[in-house]
């Protein structure tokens, strides 16, 4: 039995020490087709990062909220206006009048940062506050 161990004990040495003799020289030496492959993938990761870019342009990211009292007897700021932008500035401003009987809800369209219709203070701030480097 004991004989058995120690065939085994040698049997597992040799293995580690094949091991590390493969993993040294597989350290040392590069593998042209690796090397070769690198530059595709590259590129390909530059195309798909410039394809979400493009992609993230059109999307929703700009966004600000301003909280206001509409009406001089009510406190709370419970009226506010919503700026969601893409990078164009392009998108809508949405606002929630608040009354002691009633709310209404407005929505404006705005493009290239700028609205067709009347903006309202707060809804100016709103897209201000919106625009990439106006915080």
Known sequence: MLALVVCSLV????????SVVALRRS???RRPEAAEALPEDVHGLRRE???L???AKDALRHLAVVRYDAFGDMGGHLSWSLALLDDSGHGVVLSSIHGRSESRTYAKNIT???CDQQLSPEELEAVDHARPGKR
């Open 27 to 29: 350290q040392g030496v």
């Open 11 to 18: 049997v597992a040495l040799v293995a580690v020490g094949f």
């Open 112 to 114: 290239a940062w700028s």
């Open 49 to 51: 990062v410039a394809a």
């Open 53 to 55: 870019r493009a992609e």
